[in-house]
């Protein structure tokens, strides 16, 4: 199983990025997939998750109202857009597949990518 994520990158505050991640080596529209986020000397976090057909998100109370969770089964993608970008969004960023209905930790994950790293200057 492999989880490619890329679209990190250096933005201002306020600006928008988003991050994809392609995943390969399962059936795609069968998991929950999500995204985590370490910081800078922080543990990492769970960020959002979306359930298998996309019909049902659930956000961290950090980012709530600013990104959205998004997947494409019919190219074994999920994306996360990430609008308002605030200096302490900055982190690198992890695709990863872990069940809808589970508790989100780092140990509900199955599956991790490579990471990409947002940095967010104020």
């Known amino acids: 199983v492999q989880l490619q994520a890329c679209g990190g990158g250096l933005v201002q505050a306020g600006d928008s990025l988003k991050l994809s991640c392609a995943v390969s080596?399962?059936?795609?529209?069968?998991?929950?997939m999500g995204w985590f986020r370490q910081a800078p000397g922080e543990e990492r976090e769970f960020v959002a998750v979306?359930?298998?057909?996309?019909?049902?998100?659930y956000y961290a109370d950090s980012v709530k109202g600013r990104f959205t969770i998004s997947r494409d089964n019919a190219k074994n993608t999920v994306f996360l857009q990430m609008n308002s970008l605030k200096p302490e969004d900055t982190a690198v960023y992890y695709c990863?597949?872990?069940?809808?209905?589970?508790?989100?930790?780092?140990?509900?994950?199955?599956?991790w990518g490579q990471g990409t790293l947002v940095t967010v200057s104020s």
């Open positions: 979306i359930s298998r057909s996309g019909g049902s998100t």
């Open positions: 080596g399962l059936t795609f529209s069968s998991y929950g």
């Open positions: 990863a597949q872990l069940p809808y209905l589970s508790e989100r930790l780092l140990t509900s994950v199955n599956y």
